[in-house]
Structure formats: C-alpha cells, structure tokens
C-alpha cells in the first residue's frame, strides 16, 4: 500500500530554513495525485501549507506563499518543503500526505515530524 | 481562527450516537466536496469521509458524512472508547485557491 514518510532536521534556529522531504513508496508520484504538506502546532488544529501535482503545479496558504517552496523529485520518488525565516510560530509537527485531484481530501498520511525552531 | 467552524468539544456515553457539525461558506464547503479525518492522541489523521459521503476502504459504516448548504455533518454511531479522538473537517476553498480545514471537534465517550 501506499506509504509516506517525512525526514529532516527536528531542530532550526529562528530566521533559518526549514527543510523537509517525503519519501513515497507503493505508489509512483508520476502516476498522478496531488503531493501536500500540512502542520500542526503542538496542542492546536491542522493547518495546510502547500501542494504540488507531479506536473509541477502548484498550490500554497496565501498567507505563508512569500516563504514556502515545494518541490517533486520524481527521479526519487519524493517531494519537499522548504520555510525560510522560520520563528517560533512555525513549530509544528509537519505531515507529508497526498491530496485528491481537486485537493478536497488527503490519504494517506505520514506519521508526521516534529520540528523545532529555537536556538 | 479557522475558515471552517467546528464545535471545540463534544460527548456521549458508548453505544450512542453523536454528530460533529463543520460550518463554512459559498467558497468552500458550498460548491466543492468535504472531507472529514479522526486523529488518534499521538497519531496521524486518518480519513474516514471524503466526497461529503463516501467512506474509503476498511472504514466501518459507523461512520457516515452529509453535506447541506454550506455545512456539513460526521454521524458516529454505536459510540466507543476507541472512538475518542480529535475529528476534523476540510475541503477546498475556492476564493483563497488553498486548502482549508476546521479548528477539530475533541470527542469524548465517557
């Protein structure tokens, strides 16, 4: 079955970039679906940050669009999330899914990573 | 303050039924379809609903979703310990081009 995995740094210092991946397997990203990232700070709700299709389309929060990247390596079968001048407020535990078509669902999940911004 | 707005708590005893409401606008909820997901303490979402209605594989038809106008509704029935758990609802939001989800319904079976 399909599976997700994130990995990167736990800890960042503040003003720093956040950089994650997502490993895919059981599933070939270049075989459709759209790709997400979303996080949940600790004690609070879901936020969603970005998506992208293996086309290299893209969507991000209004909000966070001036410091997100994300990408799709369909080489390695994963895609990431880059967050520049991170602060405190971007403390999260950080969820790699992948999205329907139209985005209106996301399964399955990563476990999820915890990440840190504190120096 | 989410875009989505969902009751922050909700209780009832086992073997009952409970119903979780998410609230939106034209925007999202109103033309685009719902999806709802139960997160486990400690755990990843997981998505019980998606299409307002449609459960995906291995999700047990105690679980059931509508939609109405611009709110849409998560039925639990025959309550369980195991269902105590943090209940989301999301869609897309066609005005804002993202991804929108509520704030979480905290269920408790007690």
């Known amino acids: 079955q399909v599976q997700l995995q994130e990995s990167g740094p736990g800890l960042v210092k503040p003003s720093e970039t956040l950089s994650l991946i997502c490993g895919v397997s059981g599933y070939s990203i270049s075989s459709g679906y759209y790709w997400g990232w979303i996080r949940q700070p600790p004690g609070k709700g879901l936020e969603w940050i970005a998506s992208i299709y293996q086309s290299g389309n893209t969507y991000y929060k209004p909000s966070l669009k001036s410091r997100v990247t994300i990408s799709v390596d369909t080489s390695k079968n994963q895609f990431s999330l880059k967050l520049s001048s991170v602060t405190a407020a971007d403390t999260a535990v950080y969820y790699c899914?992948?999205?329907?078509?139209?985005?209106?669902?996301?399964?399955?999940w990563g476990q999820g990573t915890l990440v840190i911004v504190s120096s | 303050q989410s875009v989505l707005t969902q009751a922050p708590s909700v209780s009832a005893a086992p073997g009952q039924k409970v119903t979780i409401s998410c609230s939106g606008s034209s925007s999202n909820i109103g033309n685009n379809y719902v999806s709802w997901y139960q997160q486990l303490p400690g755990t990843a979402p997981k998505l019980l609903i998606y299409d307002n209605n449609k459960r995906p594989s291995g999700i047990p038809d105690r679980f059931s979703g509508s939609k109405s106008g611009t709110s849409a509704t998560l039925g639990i029935t025959g309550l369980q310990t195991g269902d105590e758990a943090d209940y989301y609802c999301?869609?897309?939001?066609?005005?804002?081009?993202?991804?929108?989800f509520g704030g979480g319904t905290k269920l408790t079976v007690l």
């Open positions: 899914a992948r999205g329907s078509g139209s985005l209106n669902w996301f399964d399955p």
């Open positions: 999301g869609t897309w939001d066609s005005s804002l081009s993202a991804v929108v």
